[in-house]
T-cell receptor, first 112, second 113 residues
Framework: QKEVEQNSGPLSVPEGAIASLNCTYS??????FFWYRQYSGKSPELIMS????GDKEDGRFTAQLNKASQYVSLLIRDSQPSDSATYLC????????????FGTGTRLQVTL | NAGVTQTPKFRILKIGQSMTLQCTQD?????MYWYRQDPGMGLKLIYY???????DKGEVPNGYNVSRSTTEDFPLRLELAAPSQTSVYFC????????????FGQGTRLTVV
């Protein structure tokens, strides 16, 4: 079983709509989660982090963590063409040493 | 503030050659990571380090070696390049377990022919 799983997409939404991206994790994973945005040919860029159960909002972005169901999601309100990218979910494993593990990413396309 | 710097940006290697991918960070981060990303795929962890002198294997360590002699530097060594190592390599760093947000370098695109 993969430790962090995402639907590869593409997820297509019209401009101005809400984009909803989901990620599930195995029960070995720590409770620290991150969303990275990656434009084609570029490096991942951190856009949201969430550590506790519930919602965290930052501008047009909202991260949601549901520990009981073992999923984390990212909502993008008022989607813009510039939001078109691959969104990577990451989880921080803790144990003798921490390591950051990524899902395969969901490609988002915002259409005009 | 330069952040995480990787060199080179591009490289073509012949099968069996060796090379070192350089990674330097100036944020005094104690955690550093090497990932590879194949086309259309996510990031796979190769090696990571939690501080100078301490390294550990990630998900796909075979064919690679690392060292961490200083806090700033975390080079990745390929000893006998193989076509399967054609990929984009990213180095990342983070401050600590309590502040784990990782920041990435610009990547090294490696082709083995």
């Amino acid at each position: 079983q993969k430790e962090v799983e995402q639907n590869s997409g593409p997820l297509s939404v019209p401009e101005g709509a809400i984009a909803s991206l989901n990620c599930t994790y195995s029960d070995r994973v720590s409770q620290s989660f991150f969303w990275y945005r990656q434009y084609s040919g570029k490096s991942p860029e951190l856009i949201m982090s969430i550590y506790s159960n519930g919602d965290k909002e930052d501008g047009r972005f909202t991260a949601q963590l549901n520990k009981a169901s073992q999923y984390v999601s990212l909502l993008i309100r008022d989607s813009q063409p510039s939001d078109s990218a691959t969104y990577l979910c990451a989880a921080l494993y803790t144990g003798t040493a921490s390591k950051l593990t990524f899902g395969t990413g969901t490609r988002l396309q915002v259409t005009l | 503030n330069a952040g995480v710097t990787q060199t080179p940006k591009f490289r073509i290697l012949k099968i069996g050659q060796s090379m070192t991918l350089q990674c330097t960070q100036d944020m005094n981060h104690n955690y550093m990571y090497w990932y590879r990303q194949d086309p259309g795929m996510g990031l796979k962890l190769i090696y990571y380090s939690v501080g100078a002198g301490i390294t550990d294997k990630g998900e796909v360590p075979n064919g690679y070696n690392v060292s961490r002699s200083t806090t700033e530097d975390f080079p990745l060594r390929l000893e006998l390049a193989a076509p399967s190592q054609t990929s984009v390599y990213f180095c990342a760093s983070s401050q600590a377990r309590t502040l784990p947000e990782a920041f990435f370098g610009q990547g090294t695109r490696l082709t083995v022919v």
